[in-house]
Structures are given as C-alpha cells and as structure tokens.
C-alpha cells in the first residue's frame, strides 16, 4: 500500500473522517443492496455460502490483499516446522531498497541488524509493511521468484480460478526496484477477482484461524523498546476496535491500494457464532471502502442468521429407517448425529427439507451392507433448499459443510450363510411366483 505522502492530504482525510462519524452511515434493511465499488461479496465463513456478489469474476487488481497468500504460505511453512517463528532474518539489498522507499508502506530494515520473522510478519500483517513481506518470501522461498510460484501452486490447489501472482507484496513490479522476479514483466501486476480473494480469505481464516490474532491488532509499535528503531505501527483496517471507523466485531483481514487498484478491503467480522468475510475491490476513495464494507456487513448481520434446522438425535418422519442387505435385519433406524446448524435467511428455515445422503462405500445393490454397530456412520442428513434465493458456494466442498452425520441407532449383525442362503432361495421364489402372476 503507497503511504500518503503529504501531511495536509493526510489531515484532510482525518477531517474527512471525522465528518462521516458524526453523520453515521445508517444501516442497510432492504432486500437489495448498491455497492460503490467495481466488485463485491458477501461470504458465510464456515460455509462459504455467496450471500451477495457483484462482478465477482471479474479480473482485477488486489494490491496488498496479494499479502494474504503471503501470510498463508508464512503460517503453512510454521505448521510445517520449515521455519519458527523466533528465527534471525539478515536483511538482502533487494529488501533494503524496497524497505526504504518512502512512498510505500513500510518499517524501515537495516542491513547491519538480524530480524525475527515474527516481527517482520507482524509489520506485513499490521502494517502492510512491503518490505518485510519480500523478505519472509525470500526466507520461504529462497528467493522471490521461487516464492512467487509456490503462491500460484498453492492458489491451484486452493481453488483460486481467477488469480495470477508476480510478487509477495501486491505492488506494481515498477516499484521493485528493477528487481522483480525472473519471468514476470516490469509492468505486471497481481490479478484476482473478488470471488478468487474471497475463497483466499475463507481458507485463510478456516486452515489458520490463528491469523485473526495478528490481523485484529489495531496498533503496535515495531521493534518497541529499541533507540531509534521503534516505528508505531497504525493498523490500515480503520474498522478495528478504536479505529475511526470502528465496527463491533471486526478482526481482520487486508486491505490494498494501488492506482491501478484502487481502494480495496477484505474484512471478516463476527457477531455471536456467525461470521462473515467481506470483499470490496477498486472503490472510489480510503473512507468508501470501508463504509461500503459496513454495508455489506449491515446486511448480512440483518438479513441472516444461524439457525437450527435439525436438532440431534432427528429421523425423517416415515423415512427413519434405511435397507440393509446381508445383516439379521433387513432395516435398520438412523437419526442425526448432532444438531444442525446453518446460516439461512431470517424466516427461511421452513424451506429448507432433510434427505439422506448415504455413504456409497458401505453400499451394496442400494443398501447398507452389515454388519452395523449402534452409532455407527453411515452417511450424512443433508438439506435442500426450496426458496427462491440462488445460493453458490466458494468451494466444491461448500455444502458438505452445511450437512450432519447419520448414524445407526442400534446394532445389526451379520447374518450367516444358512440365513442367507434361505433367504436367497425365499427371494429367488417371490420373485419368480411375481413374475407367473405378472
């Protein structure tokens, strides 16, 4: 993100400011909603239910929220015990240069100094810091070029569809300092669209949650305590707790600007057990994105909930029991593991109809294959949706996490082979003595 240079301009945007929190932007109520902004999104977190969208493939230019694929490979390589969190970091000349560019956001690297990446992390997270994210890319990486194609790999396997890397930080290549990686244009630019950052953020905050520790800090000073060295570092999300723009429930996520960009904001808030991720791309001006993130969070806060649909221990009605083959009993009764909760539209929760979704690995000829212990899994409680909205997902797996696990409520044995012998022979008469009198 470029820092604002002068201090009248940064004076003006305060004021600005100022003004639109005593004029507060009301919350939206109606069923539709106009978003200043090139694209947009709404997402359930646990789900990844699409709850709104504008635009939302079109190609565009994330700017630093490119950062949340560096923040994602950084807590992978930490999990993985590739790198720790106290590890010395020595500053490259590449590193140096960007870090010293006063018209980028940064914290200021000295080559004669050795950081921890725990610091260099927290000054990309918080402070959107360009520098330090091209050195945790080169500790990663081993260089920024090889970073730069573990960021493609991983967005592959992620399910980005939209999505083209060049750099770790989300700048133009122009501002590398003639140092771009190899392969990639002087002019590149990052490009995603809202629906490839979002399904960034979902896995991000769902494989990591632990990012949200970092992204919801609304200051810190960086190397605090050091003569000289300490920058107070101002978080670029103005929605966090004590920020200017501050909504109730907001941690995170990456904003991002460039010129080419614009004004961009990925946010996640929680109220209560709900949580949602939002998108704004290329909007019009610093205080636009986030009051256009307001709105779309006003929104979903006020127009879905989490909802029951199925309590524990629920069977369909006239269905509760499913076929087994080659088992003592010819049926068994199943019924919901857990409750199930979902988020739905407020006054929705009659449109939604459970039907089961067996397990095809325990199936044989259209039945559950014995033997079957009590409580056993044999498949999930699913819904379907009868409403008129037209809802997608982020990923493949998207509805499977709005499902509950089956289970059996009682014990069925294996029959032996004189009873499925008999049994067969029984079969085999029934059927012949149908088709005679057919």
Request: positive net charge; glycine residues 8%; proline residues 3%.
């Amino acid at each position: 993100m470029k820092r604002l240079k002068k201090k009248y301009f940064m004076v003006w945007f305060i004021i600005l400011a100022l003004v639109a929190n005593i004029f507060p932007y009301t919350a939206f109520a109606e069923d539709t909603i106009d978003v200043n902004a090139e694209a947009a999104m709404i997402i359930d977190a646990k789900s990844g239910k699409i709850l709104y969208e504008k635009n939302a493939d079109k190609l565009l230019y994330p700017s630093s929220m490119t950062k949340m694929m560096t923040e994602y490979l950084t807590l992978e390589a930490i999990k993985e015990g590739k790198v720790k969190w106290d590890q010395k970091i020595s500053i490259s000349d590449y590193v140096f240069k960007v870090s010293h560019d006063t018209s980028l956001s940064n914290v200021y690297l000295k080559k004669d100094t050795q950081y921890t990446l725990k610091e260099l992390y927290e000054s990309m997270a918080i402070y959107s810091a360009n520098g330090s994210a091209i050195a945790i890319a080169e500790l990663i990486g081993g260089s920024e070029k090889d970073f730069v194609k573990m960021m493609n790999d991983k967005a592959k396997e992620l399910g980005l569809k939209d999505c083209k890397f060049v750099n770790a930080t989300g700048l133009n290549n122009s501002d590398l300092k003639g140092m771009h990686a190899e392969g990639t244009e002087e002019n590149d630019e990052n490009r995603m669209s809202a629906r490839s950052v979002a399904t960034l953020a979902y896995r991000l905050i769902n494989d990591y949650p632990e990012v949200l520790e970092t992204s919801s800090v609304p200051y810190k000073n960086f190397r605090e305590g050091i003569p000289k060295e300490e920058i107070h570092m101002s978080n670029w999300n103005f929605m966090l707790p004590g920020l200017i723009f501050e909504y109730k429930g907001m941690d995170g996520l990456k904003t991002g600007y460039t010129e080419l960009g614009g004004y961009s904001f990925t946010g996640t808030a929680k109220k209560g057990d709900m949580r949602l991720i939002t998108v704004v791309m290329k909007s019009p001006s610093i205080n636009i994105r986030f009051k256009e993130t307001k709105k779309l969070l006003d929104y979903g806060f006020s127009h879905y909930e989490l909802k029951e649909i199925l309590p524990a221990d629920f069977k369909i009605q006239g269905q509760s029991e499913i076929p087994v083959t080659k088992g003592k009993a010819k049926k068994v009764e199943v019924k919901t593991k857990e409750p199930l909760t979902i988020l739905i539209k407020k006054g929705e929760e009659k449109q939604y109809e459970p039907f089961y979704k067996l397990d095809e690995s325990m199936m044989k000829d259209g039945k559950v294959l014995a033997p079957l212990t009590e409580g056993q899994s044999v498949g999930h409680m699913a819904l379907k949706y009868k409403g008129s909205e037209k809802y997608g997902y982020l990923t493949n797996d998207g509805e499977s996490r709005e499902e509950v696990e089956l289970v059996t409520t009682k014990e069925v044995k294996k029959a032996n082979w004189l009873s499925l012998f008999t049994r067969g022979i029984g079969e085999g008469i029934s059927k012949l003595w149908k088709k005679i009198f057919k």
